[in-house]
């Protein structure tokens, strides 16, 4: 119990990291540990002591911890792509601004 522990406090140190120019080898070691956390829950077997019960109760509150830093991370690595998405979209129109005008010699009145 005491290396999940470990496992949950390095997981949450990884993921208050937020360096964009590192954040591939980041998500490498959060894999790892997430890996890593999954083969020690095998482990946990009944029936427990009452030491281990206390730090299971411990283990529960971190693990709810854990839990959300992975999914603001998670969050924020999606609002990255989509901002990457809408800068290169932004980038198209300004660079060919009339690319998607109807090309049929048409004028359509939008203010009808």
Known sequence: MVR????ADRLLYLTSQ??????DE???????LLDERDELQREIVAPFTPEEELAG???VA???????????????IRSDISAAQSKK???KHYVNPYGKVARDGTFYDTKQ
């Open 4 to 7: 999940w522990q470990e496992v």
């Open 18 to 23: 937020s360096g964009e120019e590192q954040r």
């Open 26 to 32: 980041l998500i490498e070691q959060i894999e790892r």
């Open 57 to 59: 109760k411990e283990l």
């Open 62 to 76: 971190i693990e709810q911890r854990v839990v959300q830093a992975l999914t603001t991370f998670t969050k924020q």
């Open 89 to 91: 979209e932004h980038m």
